[in-house]
C-alpha cells in the first residue's frame, strides 16, 4: 500500500520537568514547542497530569493560545481533565492510563475492559470537536474497542518494543514488533488512524515509519535528553531525517 503522510509530534513534557525542579519559569515549555516547530515538526504534545508533576494548567493554555500548529492534549479519563480539555478545546485529545506513583506512562489503556467508563469522556471530546485518540497495546481487542468506542484514532504503545531493544532482548523485541506491525495493519483496514510513541529514538523511529499504516509518530523523552547536547533544532532536523529513511524503505520495497 502507498505510505501516508508521516507526522511528528514532539512532546515537551520534560522540558517542565526541568523547570518544576527548580520553581519558577525556566526553562519554558511554550519556548520548546515554537523551536520544535520552527525546525518542522507537524504538532505539540503535552501531557497534564493528576497530580502536576511537569505540564501545568496554564502551559496548556499559553500553548493553545501562541502556537500555530496542532496541540496534542494527552490526559486520562477523568472529570476534571475532561472539563480542562472542553476548556482549552486543542485540536486532539489522546487518552492515557495513569497511575500516581509511576515515573512515566507505563503500558495502554485498558479500552476493551473500560468501555463503560470511556464511551461518555470519548462522546464529550468528540461533540467538542476535538480528535480522540486511545493509547493502546496493539492487541486485536484493544483495537477493537476503540472501533466500538468511536474513536477515530489509536496511538500503538511502543515502549515495551524499544525497552527489549534497549536491554538486547532480541526474542522479545521481535515478538513486540510482530504485535505492533500486526495491529498497525488491523487497525488501518478497520478504519481507523494510527499513530505511534513511547520510548521512540533514532533507530526505532526509523524502522517503524517504513510501517506505511503509521500516520504518526509523537516522540518525547528521548528528544529532549538529546537536545541537551545537541539543540532542539538540531534533534527535531535529525528524528525527521530518520523518519523519513524509514518512510523510503516502504517506496523501495
Known amino acids: 500500500m502507498d505510505p501516508l503522510p508521516l507526522r511528528l509530534g514532539v ?92 515515573r512515566t506512562t507505563e503500558g495502554g489503556l485498558d479500552a476493551a475492559g473500560q468501555r463503560p467508563h470511556l464511551a461518555p469522556v470519548v462522546h464529550a471530546l468528540k461533540h467538542a470537536g476535538i ?17 466500538e468506542l468511536g474513536a477515530p484514532v489509536i496511538e500503538i504503545h511502543t515502549g515495551g518494543w524499544c525497552d527489549a531493544l534497549t536491554e538486547g532482548r532480541a526474542a522479545e523485541a521481535a515478538a513486540e514488533w510482530q504485535l505492533i506491525r500486526s495491529g498497525a495493519e488491523f487497525a488501518s483496514g478497520l478504519g481507523l488512524e494510527v499513530h505511534a510513541g513511547h520510548g521512540l529514538g533514532y533507530a526505532s523511529a526509523e524502522t517503524i515509519a517504513a510501517l506505511p499504516q503509521i500516520a504518526e509518530l509523537n516522540i518525547g523523552h528521548f528528544m529532549m ?13 535529525s528524528m525527521r531525517a530518520a523518519m523519513k529513511r524509514g518512510r523510503g524503505k516502504v517506496a523501495a520495497s
Open 225 to 237: 535528553g538529546e537536545a541537551l547536547f545537541d539543540g532542539l533544532l538540531e534533534v527535531v532536523v
Open 131 to 147: 480528535r480522540v485518540s486511545l493509547f493502546i497495546g496493539a492487541q486485536p481487542a484493544q483495537i477493537e474497542a476503540a472501533v
Open 11 to 102: 512532546n515537551i513534557d520534560h522540558v517542565a520537568t526541568i523547570r518544576n525542579a527548580r520553581g519558577g519559569h525556566h526553562p519554558d515549555p511554550v519556548r520548546a514547542a515554537k523551536m520544535a516547530i520552527a525546525a518542522g515538526c507537524d504538532g505539540i504534545t503535552a501531557h497534564l497530569r493528576e497530580d502536576r508533576r511537569h505540564i501545568r494548567d496554564d502551559d496548556m493554555r499559553r500553548l493553545k493560545a501562541e502556537i500555530d500548529k496542532p496541540l496534542n492534549f494527552e490526559m486520562a479519563a477523568t472529570d476534571e481533565m475532561v472539563r480542562i480539555a472542553l476548556e482549552v478545546r486543542p485540536h486532539a485529545v489522546c487518552l492515557v492510563p495513569e497511575k500516581r506513583t509511576e
